[in-house]
Every structure is written in C-alpha cells, then in structure tokens.
C-alpha cells in the first residue's frame, strides 16, 4: 500500500510523499507543466531543423531565437541546492545520464557514417579517430554529422558543472545570491554576443562562446523557479497580450530575431535583444504548457501530480492519448534529440529509392541527397510533406527508446541490482 491515497483533494492526487516500502528515498512528483514544455520544446527542435514553421505563432515567435535557451531554461528549473552537498556524486550521476549514452551513440553514428561513405556514396561525416569520438563532441559536435542535433548535450554537462562550481565558489566567499548569479551571467553573455557581432568569437572560441551565451539561460530557470513562479498568477488573457505585444514590438523594432547557439552567430540587434527573444519565448510557451497541463494529466492550479480520480474511475485508467503522448514525449526529448536527424535521412532514403526505382519523383536531388544533410526533399513540392518528416522524426526515436526501455526492464528482471549508492532523481 502507499500513502498516495491519503492525499485527495478537488479530484486531483497531489503526490507530496510516496513509499513503497519503508527505507526507500521518495522520488519528487512529476512536474507535468515543465513535462509537456519539454515535449513543446523538442518539437521545436525537430521543426526547426526542418525549416517547418508549424509552431512559431505565424513566425511570431522565430524557433532560433529561443528554443535551444528553452532547454537550459527547463535544466535550470530542476537543478537542486541539495546536489551542492555531494558535488563528486552529482556529477558523476550527470555524466552518466548525459554523458555515457552521448558516447555510445557517438560510436554507433560514426560506424553509420564510416558505411555510408564506403557503401552508399555518401560524403557526409569525418573519419572515426579518437578526436571525433572523445574531442569533436566538445568543440561543435557536428563530427558524424547524423546526430549533429545532440551537440546540446556535451554542452549542457559543461554547463552543469561551471553551474555546480561556481555555485559552490560563490557559497564559500558568503556572496551567494540568485540575482547576483543571474546579473553576473547576463553580463558576461551580453559581452560575448558583442564580441561576436565584432567577428571575435571564431574558430576554437565558439567553445567557451556557446557556453557562456547559454549559461544565463540555465540560471533564468533557477531563478524562475525561486523568485517568480510563486507570483506568476496573472490571468491568461492579460499575461498572453503582454507577452504578444512585447514580441510584435521586437520584431516592429529588429532586423529579425533568429540566430545559431551552437555557432554564437547571426546577431543582428545588439547583446541585449537575444536575450530579450529568450524571455518572452520562455514566457509564452511556458504559460501554454502550463494552459495545456490539465489536459495531460495535471491539475488545476497544480503543476505536481500523479494522477486524477477521473482517470481512475472504477479502478481503470482512462485513456488520454494526446496527453500521454506528450507526457512519454517530454520525459524522452534526449533521445529525439540524438536520432532525428537520422530518421530524416532514413525518409529520404525511401524517397530515393522510389525515385530510382520508378518513374515517380523525378524531381529528386541525388547529388544533394549524397552531400548535404539539410536537403529535405518535399513531394511535388509541398511543404505540408513536412509533417511526414516531422511525425517520423519524432516517432522513430520515441519507438527505439521505448524498445531500449522493454529491453532493459527484462534484462533488469534477471540482474541483481544493487540497492547501493544514490537513488536516480
């Protein structure tokens, strides 16, 4: 039996303290808000990469111009001042969460690439050697080419742990203040957006560039989740024609709102305004996510919970596929992020072999399809087939890690696993 059930209220499970047994660490909640803005967030990503505008509010809110900050964002949010007591064991736990799986897939998506090359007539990709498997990932992550999209996650472990450092740092010398960290982090950011647009931030410095830029966007999170979330009760209507107005105006006063995190370019406007175009970006789809929460699951007014009595009505679950899509979409974004790309080119794939098998498609770009992994051929020239790419970019890897997930659990069923060291959070 767990407790869960002594916690009803207005239909809604709030989960403060779940135990399956006695002696076990509780796990937190999930928080479905920032769960399906994660979901919102991928499908940025995934779209983004398609030139596929489904999802920018009528090019309101360009993807380029917040979406990767929006995960930092979300990491930010759900990082702990308690990790700070066990420094060693939280970045061991990181570099196994992030890390590890980022290596493996390294290694599989250089074998891919080193094959297409010598089979298929591919020119995409470099040599596998022991820069582009250990070394690359770090400097731009682009080394394979067909996972170029999890250059994010070498990233966000750096992050991490300047985050975990300097936190530490600041504690020791007794100045440890949310505002100072998030001021210190924005100024630093701003000097090296200028620096950019002043043509500095070249070659081997898009490393430390593309850090730097991003961290402040982690540290908005945490000081969201310490210093705002607790006031941010405006009503809907007002707080969307703020945030809307404040984007119209940008884009009224700007010379375009996109530019590239991962090679610390295309800053049109100055330091400040990227930063700006993270907020109201961050602003309106977190206020959607938390709009749309109730429908995956979450309560009213409630952004942690387990499940309501609706959904348990005479014992059976009731079904909510939308939103239990969106939720398995929110807690896997890792693994759309890593294989994407690699179901784009799999499309494609099928496109041309149609195309050189039949008298359809005659249209199909080879050269480009053997060079360039930003050719996305549309048929007769429709952007709706997009949504072709898009469902099958999110689709594939969402099945391969739901297969890895049955795999594991029956492998798990027959290995002893130690109940030592820190429970996974």
Same mark, same amino acid.
């Given at each position: ?12 499970e709030?989960?403060h303290?779940?135990s ?11 928080n479905v ?15 983004g %990469? ?7 509010v ?7 111009s917040? %979406? ?8 930010g ?30 290694? #599989? ?7 297409l ?14 820069k ?13 080419i ?7 996650v070498? *990233?966000?472990?750096?992050?991490? *742990? ?6 530490l ?22 000097? #090296? ?7 500095r ?9 593309r850090?730097?830029?991003?961290y ?8 969201y ?9 405006? $009503? ?23 530019y590239?995190?991962?090679?610390v ?11 700006i ?22 309560g ?15 014992g059976q ?8 899509f ?9 693994? #759309? ?24 498609? $005659?249209?199909?770009?080879? #050269? ?27 689709g ?9 997930d ?10 002893? *696993? ?5 429970s996974?959070?």
């Amino acid at each position: 039996m767990t407790d869960v059930s002594r916690f009803k209220k207005d239909g809604v499970e709030k989960l403060h303290m779940v135990s399956q047994t006695e002696g076990n660490r509780q796990k937190p909640p999930y928080n479905v808000t920032f769960g399906v803005l994660s979901a919102l967030a991928i499908l940025m990503i995934v779209a983004g %990469h398609l030139g596929y505008d489904i999802l920018t509010v009528g090019g309101l809110f360009p993807y380029y111009s917040f %979406h990767v900050p929006l995960f930092l964002f979300i990491s930010g949010y759900f990082y702990r001042e308690e990790e700070e007591e066990h420094p060693f064991i939280y970045l061991k736990k990181k570099a196994k969460r992030l890390l590890l799986p980022y290596f493996i897939w390294n290694v #599989v998506y250089g074998v891919i690439a080193w094959a297409l090359r010598a089979c298929g007539g591919f020119s995409m990709g470099e040599a596998i050697s022991l820069k582009t498997l250990f070394l690359s990932p770090f400097l731009n992550g682009y080394q394979f080419i067909y996972n170029y999209a999890a250059w994010f996650v070498p *990233v966000l472990f750096l992050i991490e *742990v300047m985050n975990l450092c300097m936190r530490l740092l600041l504690k020791w010398l007794h100045c440890h203040s949310e505002w100072l960290i998030l001021l210190g982090t924005l100024a630093v950011g701003m000097f #090296v957006v200028q620096f950019a647009i002043e043509g500095r931030v070249w070659g081997l410095y898009k490393t430390p560039g593309r850090i730097l830029f991003l961290y402040p966007c982690f540290q908005m999170g945490q000081f969201y989740k310490k210093k705002l979330e607790s006031r941010d009760k405006l $009503a809907n209507l007002l707080y969307f024609a703020i945030v809307i107005g404040v984007q119209v105006f940008l884009h009224l006063c700007c010379n375009g709102l996109a530019y590239s995190s991962v090679w610390v370019t295309g800053f049109a406007n100055g330091p400040l305004i990227p930063y700006i175009t993270v907020v109201s970006g961050v602003a309106f789809w977190l206020r959607v996510a938390r709009v749309l929460s109730p429908l995956c699951g979450g309560g009213q007014g409630s952004i942690f919970v387990v499940q309501s009595d609706a959904e348990r009505r005479g014992g059976q679950a009731v079904p909510n596929p939308a939103g239990g899509f969106l939720r398995y979409l929110g807690r896997n974004t890792y693994a #759309v992020m890593m294989h994407h790309v690699m179901a784009f080119m799999l499309v494609k794939m099928i496109l041309a072999g149609i195309a050189l098998h039949t008298r359809y498609l $005659a249209d199909f770009d080879f #050269v480009r399809f053997h060079a360039d992994i930003d050719y996305y051929y549309l048929v007769k020239g429709s952007e709706a087939f997009k949504m072709v790419y898009l469902a099958v970019g999110v689709g594939l890897p969402l099945l391969l890690q739901k297969g890895l997930d049955s795999l594991f659990s029956a492998v798990g069923r027959r290995v002893p *696993v130690s109940d030592s060291g820190p429970s996974k959070r």
